[in-house]
């Protein structure tokens, strides 16, 4: 079992927990959470498989979640920008110049801003389960949820499984940590997709770690309000981006249908695009995908 090294850094007074495994003179890959994730929600299986493909691999708790600070986003609301300078507090906190990102939907995102604004901390930028920055969401998903067709000139929305879970979830909010808990994994259940196994027990044990080690687990809902600012840095092209870039999408996938994925790399010059069958929006609660995962990871990393 695999040793990390803990330590918080980050800019200013902002606290960012993160963990670095494997020996520091190896190429760093530096992994990138989604909206509202922990940063353990890359698991052990997958760091263990990168740094026996000489990998150093660094995870971290995003701002307001796990063990890393809360903001008050009232008094001190904050943007995708922010996130990424969270991201380049962490490479700086372990002396690391430049790495490979690997991110996964919103960590896509940040991975994508950092490749435009900040190129030189970026050797390669693997996208999993991610859209292009600049896309707003937002219609597309009003008009779907209200009965309306798409827009021809719009990626599409989620699915209506995916939908019909966000409405029912408002509807009947959780009152008790246990119902909490319970919401959650049927969320990352939904997340997973129709086609391959969930693992409920391992997504189970995910949720109870995330709620015994979080400073504040509502506090990760602030990911969604920073994820609705749409500032002009976030409109850059990404024809601007020069690293060698891998993008990673379920043919499941329930939140960002396929055509998101297609969409980000025609949009990135010689991006590739791996399609993986059968995976959803998020690949570790279905058996055998983390090893897909890391064997893709190391191939483009190489």
Same mark, same amino acid.
């Given at each position: ?49 990168l740094v026996a493909g000489g990998r150093q691999v660094i995870r971290f708790d995003h701002?307001?979640? +796990?063990?890393?600070?809360? $903001?008050?986003? %009232?008094?001190?609301?904050?943007? *995708?920008?922010? /996130? !990424?300078?969270?991201?380049? &507090? ?20 940040? +991975?994508?801003?950092?490749? $435009?604004?900040? %190129?030189?901390?970026?050797?390669? *930028?693997?996208? /999993? !389960?991610?859209?292009?920055? &600049? ?96 500032d002009d840095d976030r409109r850059a092209s990404l024809s601007a981006i020069t690293a ?59």
């Open positions: 079992m695999l040793t990390g090294d803990e330590k918080f850094v980050g800019p200013g007074r902002l606290r960012l927990w993160a963990q670095r495994f494997g020996h520091p003179a190896d190429p760093a890959v530096l992994l990138v959470m989604g909206t509202s994730t922990q940063g353990i929600g890359w698991p052990d299986e997958l760091l263990e498989a701002r307001d979640t +796990g063990r890393s600070d809360c $903001v008050d986003f %009232a008094t001190h609301p904050y943007a *995708l920008a922010d /996130m !990424a300078a969270d991201t380049v &507090a962490v490479l700086d906190g372990y002396g690391v110049t430049a790495a490979h990102i690997v991110g996964i939907s919103l960590g896509g995102t940040i +991975g994508q801003w950092l490749a $435009v604004h900040r %190129a030189a901390r970026v050797h390669t *930028l693997t996208l /999993m !389960a991610s859209s292009p920055m &600049a896309n707003n969401p937002g219609p597309a998903w009003a008009r779907a949820m209200a009965g309306q067709p798409a827009r021809a000139d719009e990626l599409p929305p989620p699915t209506a499984r995916f939908l019909d879970h966000v409405m029912a979830s408002a509807r009947t909010p959780g009152t008790t940590p246990q119902l909490r808990m319970d919401a959650d994994i049927e969320t990352w259940r939904v997340l997973n997709g129709d086609v391959l196994p969930f693992d409920e027990p391992a997504a189970r044990q995910f949720v109870e770690h995330c709620y015994a080690r979080a400073h504040n687990i509502a506090a990760a809902s602030n990911h969604d309000l920073a994820g609705r600012r749409w060698p870039t891998l993008v990673l999408h379920g043919s499941a996938d329930p939140l960002f249908p396929p055509a998101h994925g297609e969409a980000l790399a025609a949009q990135i010059p010689a991006a590739r695009l791996e399609i993986v069958p059968g995976m959803g929006h998020h690949p570790f609660f279905s058996p055998g995908l983390t090893e897909r995962i890391a064997d893709s990871t190391i191939r483009h990393t190489g």
